[in-house]
């Protein structure tokens, strides 16, 4: 896993957000062996969890990547919770905040259907395969089909199967 993105990662921890990585770090935490060039996770859009993100972020100029004027990052509590998603460019790398996964579902069902895992910052929760394959089956792009053929072959290998 790149380093850039390990230690945002350890930064979110650091901050006490509530997320769970979902998308194609999920997968490379699970042993899929494509690259992956942001950091997806799911979080908890209240004012509170975003000011944590905020903080986590603080120093690393994060700034909007889907408007070209790409405005810095300047939440306050009093409209934090008005954003259902944020797509964030950092010095570390890209950071894309979903309030829900496609084919998994919203916060709550997440972190249902997510996993704990150890990184060098501490624990850290991390989307289940089986929801890492229905998201990736709902996006249905290229890069998805691999991850998901590789996704499988893991399970199959975990089961005690051939894949």
Not at 11 to 17: A, F, G, N, P
Not at 42 to 47: I, L, N
Not at 76 to 82: D, G, I, L, S, Y
């Amino acid at each position: 896993m790149p380093s850039g993105l390990e230690s945002l990662l350890d930064r979110l921890i650091r901050h006490e957000v509530e997320f769970v990585v979902v998308g194609g770090f999920a997968a490379v935490a699970h042993g899929v062996t494509l690259l992956t060039q942001d950091i997806d996770i799911c979080c908890r859009f209240t004012p509170d969890n975003l000011m944590r993100l905020q903080g986590a972020l603080s120093g690393l100029q994060p700034v909007h990547r889907m408007p070209t004027e790409r405005p810095p990052l300047q939440l306050v509590p009093e409209t934090a919770a008005e954003f259902r998603n944020l797509y964030l460019e950092t010095a570390w790398g890209q950071l894309d905040c979903l309030g829900e996964v496609l084919g998994v579902g919203g916060y709550d069902e997440v972190v249902g259907q997510s996993i704990e895992v150890q990184l060098p910052g501490g624990p850290c929760r991390v989307l289940a395969i089986d929801a890492l394959i229905r998201a990736k089956q709902a996006m249905g792009r290229d890069k998805d089909r691999e991850a998901i053929l590789q996704l499988r072959a893991i399970q199959e290998r975990a089961r005690g199967r051939p894949a």
